[in-house]
Structure formats: structure tokens, C-alpha cells
């Protein structure tokens, strides 16, 4: 049986829409909470954390749900369509209460924008993990990781085409800006992408197909232990698992504080518009894109641990020479684009092979629970980053926030030397599979 690439790509629509959301959510609403409602980056960031901290109950509730649920459609295509409708409804409101606000600051206003904030958050949350269960539901276990590398290369090209709208549409200088066009862009990227899910995809007729083949092709289930889940690891594969969560945790220290608070930096910095912060994390993303499938090649001949350290050098190193230019200018120079490219590449290089590490510690019926491990360290990072780089940012300066990322860089640096397994030179992912990260 053959990976339908067309029915993937289709099925990816839905998690476009999704990344083209928090790519606005993480780039605007900082601006609008500094320079609207005038908190401080320590609120600011612990608002930005939020989204985080819900994600840690609510994903793994809906999933729950959505197992369970028996409409005719499917399972996952009710969440996604009614997830999608009550974000598009509340998204739009955040920019109304914003120039609303500016024009007449009231507490009540401030209130609504938390409130709505927040009603936000919840219904992003309420349909993530069964848009993203909706690929393994359709597609048979040997087909999934180029399914899911299709998968993640259409969320990335939802990233991308965001910060290419923006990087054209917000390039005012004014005080204020209005955010309502961007949010109905994106509003109608999410509308269009949920719609040609729920018309091109027959949930409950494909999933009939992949049980029908799996059960004609018992063979090709890879678990191959005896399934309990409790496998013990050796104390010294322990050790290195222990290192690598840490400095999983340590490099989304550095790259979540950056994501969230580049485009506030930038503004107050360098005197950049929205748009040209936008158009950094645009060449940052497509550095990425363009190195995972080279960077896949280049873990198959070096090894992973090898590229992963690569990757944090290299970040390590544009980080500080950021800094160092921040020091000595105030204006945006074209300079950055190449150190953002660079930036980009450095992530491939330790996102591609992070989590395969994680996995080749462990056993076929430990998969899931390790991938919860990889997930509650970097995702438990992104609740905290935001944060503290927030505080110092408010309470020492802006420009800590290079030295920041590049501090945590090196922490990285320095807990992957005390990795010694999971580095597994035969059977790294290329191709398309490259990509197969970081649902």
C-alpha cells in the first residue's frame, strides 16, 4: 500500500490553519499587551505562558474526548470544525477590543480582552489533538512518518504564509496599529483550510480502509516487545534520556523566549516595524524548511548527537553576534535576515533530531510515553520562557534577550556532552521524513 500524498495534504489543511494562528498569536499579542494595555513583560509574558499551560490539560482531554465520540462524520472532524468556527468568532474580537481600547481605555475593556484572550485559548485547545490524530486514524502504521512529515511541512507553510502577509500588511510607524485586517486574513486562511477538510475527507471511509489493511497485514506491526509499557532502562541509558530532556528543555528556553518576544524587541530596539520583525521570523522558518531534508542526510553520514550540536553552535553563535550588533545600532539591518537564516538552519539541525533520539531509547510499546516525556520538557520550557525573559527584559533591559537565548544555548551545549545513546547513525529519516517532528 502507498502513502495517498494528495489525502495527506488534504488532511494537513487543518494543522496549516493551526500554525498559522499561533504564528500571529505569538508575533501580535505581545505587541498589543505592551503597547495597548501597557503591562509589563512579566504579565505579558505569563499571558503568553498561558496558552502553554492550558495545552498540558486540554489537548490531552479533547484527544480523550474525541476518542470517544461517535458522530457520523468521524471523530475528529466534529472537534475540528467547531473548534475552528469558535476561534474564528473569538479572534476576531481581539482586534476590535484592542482599537477600542486605544481609543478609550476603560477597565472593563481590559477585562473583556483577558476574558475573550483566554475563550481563545480554549477553543485553539479544544480541537489541536484531534486534528493531529486525524492523520494516524486514515493511514497505516508504516505509512505514518512520511504522513506525518506531510503533515508538519503543511503546519510550517501555514507559519510561513502568515509571515509573508505580515511582513506586506504591518509596516506602520504610527503609534497604534490596526491588527483587524491581519486577523481576518488569517481568520480566512483557518475558515478555507477547515472547509476543505471537512468537504475532501471522508474520516469515517478512510479509517475502514487502514483497518481493513492492517488486519490483512498483521506483519507489519512494529511493536515487537511484549507490549507492557514498563520496560526498565539500563541506569546508563537512563542517564543519557535524563541529559537529553534537559536539553531539550534548555534549547526551547532559548528559541520559545525569542519567538515570543523578537517582534517586541525589535519594535523598541531597533525601530523595525512589525513587518520587518516578521519578515526575520519569515526567513527563520524558511531556513528551517529548507534544511530539513539535507539536514536528514547529514545525520545519516555524522550522527545525530553531532548534528544536534551543530545546530546549538550555530544558534549559539548568531545569537551573540545579534547581541553584539544591538550594542552597536539602533536600526534594523539587512545583516539580520542572514543571521535569522542561519538561526533557522541551527533549529533543523537539533529539531529533526531531537526526538528521534528521545525514541531510540526506548521500546515500541514505550513510544507514547516517552514522546510525553519530550513533550512535557519542552513544553514546560514554553511556560516559563516567556516569563522570565519578560521580567528581565522589564526590570534590567531589552537587550538581555539575546544574552538570554545564547546563556540557555549553552547550558545545551553542555548537558548534550553527558548524551551517549540514542544516537543511531542507520535509519536516520530523509526525504520527506526529515520533517517527521514536532506535532
Not at 35 to 44: G, K, L, R, V
Not at 205 to 215: D, F, I, P, S, V
Not at 347 to 367: F, H, R, T, Y
Not at 400 to 428: C, N, R, W
Request: with cysteine.
Amino acid at each position: 500500500m502507498k502513502l495517498d500524498v494528495k489525502k495527506t495534504v488534504q488532511v494537513g489543511f487543518a494543522f496549516l490553519s493551526i500554525c498559522a494562528f499561533w504564528q500571529m498569536y505569538n508575533a501580535i499579542i505581545p505587541i498589543i499587551l505592551t503597547y495597548t494595555f501597557h503591562m509589563n513583560e512579566t504579565i505579558s509574558g505569563a499571558i503568553m505562558a498561558a496558552d502553554n499551560v492550558l495545552a498540558l490539560f486540554l489537548l490531552p482531554l479533547f484527544g480523550g474526548l474525541s476518542d470517544k465520540c461517535k458522530c457520523k462524520w468521524g471523530k475528529r472532524k466534529p472537534f475540528i470544525l467547531f473548534g475552528t468556527i469558535a476561534a474564528v468568532i473569538l479572534m476576531i474580537l481581539i482586534p476590535l477590543i484592542d482599537n477600542s481600547y486605544y481609543a478609550n481605555p476603560t477597565t472593563a475593556k481590559q477585562a473583556l480582552f483577558i476574558g475573550v484572550l483566554g475563550a481563545l485559548l480554549v477553543a485553539m485547545g479544544t480541537y489541536r489533538s484531534p486534528a493531529v490524530a486525524l492523520m494516524p486514524d486514515i493511514t497505516p502504521k508504516p505509512l505514518r512518518s512520511k504522513a506525518n512529515a506531510i503533515i508538519n511541512l503543511m503546519g510550517a507553510l501555514g507559519g510561513i504564509l502568515y509571515l509573508v502577509i505580515a511582513s506586506v500588511t504591518l509596516n506602520s510607524k504610527e503609534e497604534h496599529e490596526n491588527f483587524f485586517p491581519i486577523f481576518l486574513i488569517v481568520a480566512g486562511i483557518m475558515v478555507v483550510s477547515v472547509l476543505l477538510v471537512m468537504i475532501t475527507v471522508d474520516e469515517v471511509e478512510l479509517n475502514q480502509k487502514m483497518r481493513e489493511y492492517e488486519a490483512q497485514h498483521p506483519e507489519e506491526n512494529l511493536e515487537v516487545d511484549d507490549g507492557s509499557g514498563n520496560a526498565e532502562l539500563p541506569k546508563e541509558v537512563k542517564r543519557s534520556l535524563v541529559f537529553l530532556l534537559f536539553s531539550v528543555a534548555f534549547w526551547f528556553f532559548a528559541y520559545n523566549a525569542m519567538e515570543t518576544w523578537f517582534t517586541t524587541y525589535a519594535k523598541s530596539v531597533w525601530a523595525m516595524t512589525t513587518g520587518q520583525a516578521s519578515m526575520c521570523l519569515t526567513v527563520a522558518t524558511g531556513g528551517a524548511i529548507l534544511a530539513y531534508v539535507p539536514v536528514g542526510s547529514v545525520a545519516s553520514k555524522i550522527g545525530r548527537k553531532k548534528t544536534i550540536l551543530t545546530g546549538i553552535i550555530l544558534m549559539l553563535a548568531c545569537f551573540a553576534i545579534a547581541y553584539g550588533f544591538s550594542l552597536m545600532s539602533s536600526t534594523f539591518n539587512p545583516i539580520l535576515f542572514v543571521l535569522f537564516l542561519l538561526v533557522g538552519i541551527g533549529w533543523a539541525c537539533i529539531n529533526v533530531n531531537s526526538l528521534p533520539m528521545v525514541l531510540e531509547m526506548c521500546k515500541g510499546s514505550d513510544i507514547g510515553k516517552f514522546t510525553g516525556y519530550y513533550y512535557t520538557f519542552s513544553m514546560s520550557a514554553q511556560i516559563v520562557t516567556p516569563i522570565v525573559a519578560g521580567a528581565l527584559m522589564e526590570h534590567i533591559s531589552y537587550e538581555t534577550l539575546f544574552p538570554y537565548a545564547a546563556f540557555f544555548m549553552a547550558v545545551a551545549l553542555i548537558t548534550m556532552q553527558f548524551v551517549k545513546h540514542g544516537d543511531s547513525k542507520e535509519g536516520i529519516k530523509k526525504g520527506l521524513e526529515a520533517f517527521d517532528v514536532d506535532d
